[in-house]
């Protein structure tokens, strides 16, 4: 009886170790599983930030060509009004409008516009709920 006894023990302490064992490599495998899906999070997060940054960088670069297309536009126009010699002075208000319209859309001066506060530089639509005029 006493051997059967010993037999039981061994037994017992031999499958608590497996168990322990077993455990432990599930633990060791849930650490490396959480791991990799904190790395891939944080590389598809890095992907979109750089994303983020070259559509920004694209736009921008794109403003600023339409931004020189419309500078030699109003530069022309003000000079067929110079050689007209008829610079009435609503010609004169809407050549000073169209210079700060430029100077708003341009991605590197970006003047405010009160009238146009609410409109995406990029996109040119409302990017907020429209004021309440009243």
């Known amino acids: 009886m ?17 168990r322990i064992e077993e455990r432990r490599i599930r633990q060791e495998a849930e650490e490396r599983r959480k791991e ?8 598809e997060e890095r992907i979109e930030k750089e994303l983020i940054k070259f559509k920004k960088l694209l736009s921008d670069s794109e403003r600023w060509h339409k931004v020189e ?3 030699n536009y109003i530069s022309e126009l003000e000079r067929k009004m110079e050689d007209e010699e008829e610079g009435t002075m609503e010609k004169i ?8 319209k430029a100077d708003w859309y341009d991605p590197f001066i970006e003047n405010k516009d009160e009238l146009l506060e609410a409109v995406n530089q990029n996109t040119l639509e ?9």
């Open 36 to 43: 990799k899906e904190r790395l891939e999070k944080e590389l």
């Open 2 to 18: 006493e051997q059967q006894l010993l037999k039981i023990i061994a037994h017992i302490e031999l499958e608590s170790a497996r």
């Open 69 to 71: 297309i419309l500078r």
């Open 93 to 100: 208000e809407w050549l000073n409008w169209a210079k700060k």
């Open 126 to 134: 409302f990017v907020k709920a429209k004021r309440n005029l009243w």
